[in-house]
């Protein structure tokens, strides 16, 4: 068999996936479409799902570094006539310290602010806050190359990192919303803005000072728009498939079926159904199965969440919920526990019966990390599951199926 294709496993950088020639599924064709239908969007997924791989893809487009984009949706954009380049002012809030408490985050927003606006060569050394940095940051680089592309990618990592902080947490959702507010308020200047986070504030944070952002998160447009169909599975990593299953001693079919139920079952509109990007490059990687999402860095917080609620595993299967249930006005820390798990990733969508949807397990793999995590808060650090575990993860797995 000829050399497979590099799989991007941790690549979230469109130009070293391209250059280098990491398999890439094409996603463009939803970049394009939210570039020609609207201006500024909100879009909300769970961690290692694609957000940043996307941010970095639009940052190419606007650039105008049409090479990357031969042989894909996109390649047609750059051959537009009105077809023009767009300076990016691109932030990635995943990079704010957040050690040194409030005051560390403001010094932390204002020094990465102003480290993107000398990359891009503007001078604003002048600015003392963060705010007052974003916004000399736009207005001088409009007035340089005018309009640009807007980009924040994690722009709700520095509340979470002091969810169970709740003052520190409300003055730092204050120093976002200053911040933030310059976007809107320089609106004239900025072609397209796009904000991605794993959860939404509504009440007191970004969406009281940004509420002109249409949220695309559970719209069916865009629903697969990060992560695998199975179409895509099938499509782009056929002989990886093909790899794995010579290796396994198993037949095409039963791998695939294998890796529907570890990986598949991801929903953000109760409808289409995705396979996680990261858990499934690992195992075409490693070719074994594993909690990989869970064990690439589960949130502290989500343990101590589930434990100072006293969740259990069963009680989110089957609910139903109303189709704003996720996203409803409020700030996370007060949000209903399915809502703070769904946006967390560990409960999928799916059709309701008595409501617009139900709630359940995405796949094996967030099932078992949920269990898990149960187990950990019951008997401590460090449990592992037992025989007798394991048997109730395999009899709730059979229901689940039967119930999807």
């Not at 704010?96 to 060569?121: F, H, P, Q, Y």
């Not at 680089?141 to 990618?153: N, P, T």
């Not at 944070?205 to 695309?216: E, P």
């Amino acid at each position: 068999m000829d050399r497979l294709q590099k799989l991007p496993i941790g690549i979230q950088t469109f130009d070293k996936l391209r250059e280098e020639g990491y398999l890439y599924v094409d996603k463009t064709k939803y970049l394009i479409d939210l570039i020609d239908r609207g201006k500024a969007y909100f879009l909300s997924r769970p961690r290692r799902f694609g957000k940043s791989l996307t941010v970095s893809t639009l940052e190419a487009i606007f650039s105008g570094k049409r090479e990357l984009f031969k042989g894909l949706a996109a390649e047609e954009f750059f051959e537009r006539p009105d077809y023009r380049t767009h300076p990016v002012l691109r932030i990635d809030l995943s990079q704010v310290l957040t050690g040194n408490g409030v005051d560390g985050v403001r010094e932390s927003m204002t020094k990465i602010t102003k480290e993107r606006a000398e990359e891009c060569g503007i001078d604003i050394r002048d600015a003392t806050e963060s705010s007052e940095a974003l916004r000399l940051f736009i207005r001088r680089l409009y007035a340089e190359r005018g309009s640009m592309a807007v980009l924040i990618d994690e722009y709700d990592k520095p509340i979470l990192d002091f969810f169970h902080e709740p003052e520190k947490a409300l003055e730092v959702r204050s120093i976002l919303r200053d911040f933030y507010i310059q976007i809107k308020a320089e609106d004239a200047s900025i072609r397209f803005v796009l904000l991605t986070g794993i959860s939404k504030f509504s009440k007191m944070g970004v969406f009281s000072a940004m509420n002109n952002l249409r949220d695309i998160s559970m719209t069916d447009d865009y629903a697969t728009m990060l992560g695998y169909t199975e179409e895509e599975l099938l499509a782009n990593f056929g002989e990886h498939i093909d790899a794995v299953a010579l290796d396994m001693k198993i037949s095409r079919e039963e791998l695939i079926s294998k890796i529907r139920d570890y990986y598949d079952g991801f929903s953000f509109n109760g409808e289409y159904r995705l396979y996680n990007p990261f858990s499934t490059l690992c195992f075409l990687s490693d070719r074994k199965f594993g909690n990989y999402w869970f064990n690439s860095g589960t949130p502290s917080f989500i343990a101590r969440y589930m434990r100072d609620r006293k969740l259990t595993v069963e009680q989110f299967r089957g609910y139903e919920v109303s189709r704003d249930f996720a996203f409803a006005p409020g700030e996370i820390e007060t949000s209903t526990a399915a809502s703070f798990l769904y946006q967390s990733g560990y409960l999928s969508l799916r059709p309701g019966v008595l409501d617009d949807f139900s709630l359940d397990y995405p796949n094996h793999e967030v099932l078992t990390a949920m269990s898990s995590l149960l187990i950990g808060n019951i008997f401590g650090d460090g449990a592992e599951l037992n025989d007798a575990n394991e048997r109730q993860i395999t009899a709730i797995e059979s229901e689940k199926k039967t119930a999807i």
